[in-house]
């Protein structure tokens, strides 16, 4: 990337009255950054969704280059990576996001397009049933390769990033700040750690403050860069529910951990499974089921875990097992044929053997062996 189109990329985002959606539809207009700040006003009118008020704030743009300047001398002093929207770098599940930052910041050596990425979030005062959870989850995701990705908070956010380092996990913090300080600072050792094996993520220019309008501005970005959010304790205006909430509106499978019902630390999350807006969750089996993932370390659990449970089997069980041996995906129409049995029986057979983690289900009543 020549540093001049950088500079350009720089001062796109530091334009007043510019936001991420307006730079997206200039770029797509204009080109580049550059040609944004070299085209004249008249053009920006001839622009859909491009006013009087926009145009006059990119004609005055170049105002801002004094300021992208120096901006482009602290990231190039500090080994920060500058992620323009156009990147193949750029997070691309994020990408596709309606809001996303149209300029990320980021320090570390982390695959932020990795095969897969789960976010974790939670309280800030966890319980020990929260905190519990938590450990157990990313425990049992080690060696599976996933990218985790918290905010660095207190709470649920940083006992994530931790129990991920343990497990030899790359794992993001996205902050809600400019990559100057690191906030909170009782967590600036654990930042540095991620670095070297995840790292820090921001939208945010260096000299800027964690202040409070700041965060929901940092969820987008963890909601938009996964594959499937996992709330592990929230109350019910929690704020981890924001994340949460941003992340069903990008259609990301959402998961909660369920709490006692009269316990209010898990409000939130039993208010968000009871509405069908997150899965229930108990352990990362859930989470690589309904996503349909699999490891080696899970394949092998499977095929040693399934051997009893075949063992068990009733003999109408078994009819439905040998039809789906060594097949991948079977409809129901044809189980039914092949075993001789009724549909209806069929599909209470199925989902029998479903709740048993023998048999999985698929769009268009399609099933196959776990």
């Known amino acids: 990337m020549p540093s001049d189109e950088l500079l350009y990329q720089i001062g796109l985002t530091l334009i007043n009255g510019i936001g991420d959606g307006h730079a997206k539809n200039l770029l797509a207009h204009c080109g580049s950054a550059k040609a944004v700040f070299e085209t004249h006003?008249?053009?920006?009118?001839?622009?859909?969704?491009?006013?009087?008020?926009?145009?006059?704030?990119?004609?005055?743009?170049?105002?801002?280059?004094?300021?992208?300047?120096?901006?482009?001398?602290?990231?190039?002093?500090?080994?920060?990576?500058?992620?323009?929207?156009?990147?193949?770098?750029?997070?691309?599940r994020l990408k596709f996001c309606n809001d996303s930052p149209v300029l990320l910041y980021y320090r570390g050596n982390a695959n932020l397009n990795a095969e897969k990425v789960v976010a974790v979030v939670g309280t800030r005062l966890p319980s020990e049933y929260g905190i519990q959870q938590t450990e157990k989850f990313i425990d049992e995701l080690s060696g599976?390769?996933?990218?985790?990705?918290?905010?660095?908070?207190?709470?649920?956010?940083?006992?994530?990033?931790?129990?991920?380092?343990?497990?030899?996990?790359?794992?993001?913090?996205?902050?809600?700040?400019?990559?100057?300080?690191?906030?909170?600072?009782?967590?600036?050792?654990?930042?540095?750690?991620?670095?070297?094996?995840?790292?820090?993520?921001?939208?945010?220019?260096?000299?800027?403050?964690?202040?409070?309008?700041?965060?929901?501005?940092?969820?987008?970005?963890?909601?938009?860069?996964?594959?499937?959010?996992?709330?592990?304790?929230?109350?019910?205006?929690?704020?981890?529910?924001?994340?949460?909430?941003?992340?069903?509106?990008?259609?990301?499978?959402?998961?909660?951990f369920p709490g006692r019902t009269n316990d209010p630390q898990s409000e939130g999350c039993n208010a968000f499974i009871k509405m069908n807006r997150a899965s229930l969750m108990e352990s990362a089996a859930d989470l690589f089921y309904i996503m349909g993932w699999n490891t080696d370390n899970q394949v092998q659990k499977k095929e040693t875990s399934q051997i009893p449970l075949l063992l068990n089997l009733n003999e109408e069980e078994q009819k439905i097992v040998t039809a789906l041996k060594d097949k991948k995906q079977v409809h129901m129409d044809e189980i039914s044929y092949a075993s001789s049995f009724p549909v209806s029986k069929v599909s209470s057979l199925l989902l029998q053997l479903e709740f048993s983690n023998v048999v999985k289900s698929h769009p268009g009543k399609m099933y196959s062996l776990v």
Do not use: W
Not at 46 to 62: D, L, N, Q
Not at 67 to 85: D, G, Y
Not at 150 to 163: E, N, Q, W
Not at 249 to 255: I, L, Q, T
């Open 41 to 92: 006003k008249s053009v920006f009118l001839k622009i859909p969704g491009v006013g009087e008020h926009v145009a006059s704030f990119v004609a005055k743009g170049k105002d801002v280059l004094k300021e992208a300047e120096k901006e482009l001398r602290f990231v190039e002093e500090n080994n920060i990576t500058p992620l323009f929207f156009t990147d193949t770098d750029y997070p691309q």
């Open 144 to 256: 599976s390769g996933i990218l985790i990705v918290s905010g660095l908070a207190y709470g649920i956010d940083v006992l994530a990033h931790k129990k991920s380092l343990e497990n030899d996990l790359d794992t993001v913090g996205v902050v809600a700040h400019g990559l100057d300080r690191i906030y909170p600072t009782a967590h600036e050792s654990i930042a540095m750690k991620m670095q070297k094996k995840g790292g820090i993520l921001t939208d945010f220019r260096s000299g800027t403050n964690p202040d409070a309008v700041n965060f929901p501005k940092r969820n987008r970005i963890v909601a938009g860069m996964c594959d499937a959010l996992v709330v592990v304790e929230s109350k019910r205006d929690g704020g981890s529910l924001i994340t949460a909430t941003i992340a069903n509106s990008y259609n990301k499978d959402v998961f909660a």
